[in-house]
């Protein structure tokens, strides 16, 4: 490996002549789309008719969506150029090729399995290798994973370094794998009760928090030792990829393209959510071992199309291979994160509760902490966002309990953390725009004591965060809307 380089340590930032240390953007806009804000009267219709779960929005009654950087990140020149030149064909097309020898150049697995996003990738994996009774040791766990697994009769065994866990903590790895914990596993329940380990790039659910590159060479190590299948799930990958560069001095010197490479090699299959990374739909599994790609392989043509497509037009298939290459430019990845760190220090230098440091992926407001009078039970993560979204207009997300499903006995397990993400969508928003959510939050945080719980209306039984309802207890949003007014004036 090059030596550290203390010079690259850290991605170039401009100073300003106020001294201020702020993110500029490293591209210019040349296709805009208009947006509205809505008054705050017609948000809270809004968020009512959604039965104030946001993921029930209509995009029109949203200024900043900040629900996911899923399938919304903007596109480059280069990726909508390379659209126009796809190779159509159901079999075989030149288009597939190209993804795939840009997959084999940047993972270094000669074999790949297109699927149609990144769950449909989890599908296969899950079907391929759990079966009752069988766990999956992962860092964390992300909902569309875990429902799979589980749906099979599997068991996820989440193995997260403590530090992952606290909000408050302090930690540049706080998505690393608890090595010690897999070996106890191994002691208690013997090495063929695990149906293969995964990890996590950019853990979601716990604020978009990365695991080193030490780390996983030790979680390496260990599945070497037990022959247990490493699984990356790399649909993160670009924000962990910053985070490795710029806080592991061990990789200071390394290219982007050099980390990527290092983290492929320590594992037996990639498989990725290209809404994610590098593009806004598709997705696939990489795979190193013959024996391995064929007993996924069948599936593909199955559940997915055809295995030159898996369920991916052409031209997302020429998107992604751009994108991925540009992900291996520093310019093009660390522009979210810098966004975050941005929204994530002016939040947390006015006492609202954040996740720190900040990850990838978004800003993670917690909601445990900024609403303490609201318990678990009345889900503060799903009211937090919904009150933010009548203060604003942004549409956050949120996770917590609302995201756990219930225990097959009816009981409902009570999340970890109570979160609520304000995503940043790579090369989406303007500063002006991320400091107006900030502001906003600033306020709400001022008058949070007007906040109160939820109940449901509608609770579905499977993944009920994407489309249950719920009320408010009480009034407490028509005295938000009333405090909006007496502070604000007419103002939007
Ligand atoms: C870490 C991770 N894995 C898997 C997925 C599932 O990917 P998709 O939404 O493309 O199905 C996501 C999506 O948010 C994700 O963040």
């Not at 040791?137 to 193995?159: C, D, Q, R, S």
């Not at 990789?251 to 593009?279: H, N, P, Q, W």
């Not at 298939?317 to 929204?343: C, K, R, S, W, Y």
Request: hydrophobic share 45%; aromatic share 8%; proline share 5%.
């Amino acid at each position: 490996m090059a030596r550290p380089d203390p010079k690259v340590a850290q991605m170039p930032k401009v100073r300003y002549f106020s001294g201020q240390d702020l993110p500029l953007e490293m591209h210019k806009v040349r296709i805009i789309q208009k947006l509205t804000l809505l008054p705050i009267e017609e948000r809270l219709r809004a968020i009512e008719e959604a039965g104030y779960n946001t993921f029930l929005l209509q995009n029109k009654d949203v200024f900043l969506d900040m629900l996911t950087d899923s399938g919304v990140n903007a596109m480059s020149d280069r990726q909508q150029a390379a659209m126009l030149v796809a190779d159509d064909a159901y079999a075989g097309s030149a288009t597939f090729t190209r993804l795939h020898e840009k997959l084999r150049e940047i993972f270094g697995m000669e074999y790949f399995l297109p699927a149609h996003q990144g769950r449909a990738a989890e599908h296969i994996l899950a079907k391929t290798y759990v079966r009752p009774g069988l766990t999956v040791p992962m860092n964390y766990h992300f909902t569309t994973t875990k429902a799979h697994i589980v749906e099979l009769g599997g068991e996820v065994l989440e193995f997260i370094v403590p530090e992952g866990l606290s909000v408050t903590a302090i930690d540049p790895f706080k998505g690393n794998f608890d090595v010690a914990a897999l070996h106890q596993l191994v002691a208690d329940r013997g090495a063929g009760s695990v149906a293969f380990v995964r990890m996590e790039a950019g853990t979601n659910l716990i604020g978009g928090q990365p695991f080193s590159l030490e780390n996983l060479r030790h979680v390496r190590a260990a599945c070497l030792k037990y022959g247990f299948t490493l699984v990356l799930d790399a649909s993160l990958l670009a924000d962990n990829l910053h985070f490795i560069k710029v806080r592991e001095p061990a990789a200071a010197g390394m290219s982007i393209r050099e980390i990527t490479r290092a983290m492929a090699d320590a594992c037996d299959i990639v498989y990725f959510s290209a809404r994610k990374l590098g593009f806004g739909r598709g997705g696939g599994i990489c795979v190193r071992d013959e024996a391995a790609y064929k007993r996924m392989r069948g599936l593909v043509p199955m559940y997915e199309g055809f295995l030159t497509y898996g369920g991916m037009s052409v031209r997302e298939m020429e998107a992604i291979t751009v994108g991925l290459e540009e992900t291996m430019d520093e310019d093009m990845i660390n522009q979210g994160p810098q966004f975050i760190e941005h929204i994530v220090s002016e939040l947390d230098g006015h006492g609202v509760p954040v996740v720190k440091p900040a990850g990838g992926l978004g800003a993670h407001v917690d909601a445990m902490r900024f609403i303490d009078h609201v318990p678990q039970n009345e889900y503060p993560a799903a009211a937090l966002a919904g009150a933010i979204y009548i203060a604003s207009g942004v549409r956050g997300m949120e996770r917590g309990t609302m995201s756990e499903q219930r225990d097959p006995d009816g009981s409902e397990p009570l999340a970890h953390m109570e979160l609520v993400r304000l995503a940043v969508p790579r090369r989406v928003f303007t500063l002006s725009q991320v400091n107006y959510a900030v502001d906003r939050v600033r306020w709400l945080h001022a008058n949070r004591r007007l906040i109160g719980g939820l109940r449901w209306r509608e609770e579905p039984e499977i993944l009920r965060f994407f489309y249950g309802r719920l009320e408010p207890l009480g009034d407490w949003a028509d005295q938000l809307v009333a405090k909006f007014r007496a502070d604000f004036g007419d103002s939007l």
